[in-house]
């Protein structure tokens, strides 16, 4: 097992934003998280990630307590995220976003450079290797956020909504570039508001609704789970998803 929580509850005061959510990842696994706004999701994930503290509950990374690790310490071991909005260096060049990655495993200039620029040729964008972060628009910045995950070397790469915004032809892209890195032995989770997205890469689903977890299982079967229809999917789009139409939900079921 590569990554395991069990048992993680996170309070906000007296309000539990995740309640006693556990889950394991095995090496290979594309595990989609999904749920309406504000059903923990995102809090689940950084408890994973180490950029929030769980109040209560363990996480174990290839069968060491990583609980009290920082997200650096995680990194280090080969857990990098993206961040839903990209925490892109603005004043720096594209190569230089990349290469911050990198040094999390040389302190050599030259050897970060290497690796960097291997890696925007794996996310093909080397032609843009020294334009200006800045000068990026929504599909450039997602897609250098993964890049500078993929330059730490992650075992495990967890996604924040990384197609949040892209049209329909950019989704598709950003798909592909997924599905290549899960090809070289990356183990994912995905968080994303995008049913294409999930219907397409996850090996595994579990579904958040306020902070607890209400099902799990392959794409298809929390798609037609009646739980899942009744808070998040609604009967348009769970209809859309089996489909593998395009559909973005965001607040919970239509009509
Ligand atoms: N720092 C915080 N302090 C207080 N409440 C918070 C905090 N962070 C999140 N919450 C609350 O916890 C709940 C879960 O939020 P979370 O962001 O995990 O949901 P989500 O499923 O990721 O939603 P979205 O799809 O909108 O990203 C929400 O009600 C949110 O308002």
Redesign the pocket.
Known sequence: MLLEARGIT?A??S?K??DDASVTLEQGDILG?I????????????CLTGD?KATSGRVLFEATDITDFTPEQRAGLGLARTF?VPQTFEGMTVLENVMIGAFLRTAHRKEAETRARAVLERVGMSRLAEAPARSLGTPGRKRLEIARALATEPKVLLL??AMAGLNAHEVRLAIDLVRDIHRSGITLVI?E?IMEVIMSLASRVMV?HQ?KEIARGSPQEVTSNPAVIAAYLGTRAAKAAAGHTPVEL?GGPDP
């Open positions: 996170k906000f005061g309000f934003a995740v998280l749920g309406p706004n504000g059903a923990g999701k995102s809090t689940f994930f950084n929030l839903q924040d909504e968080v508001h958040f902070g965001m």
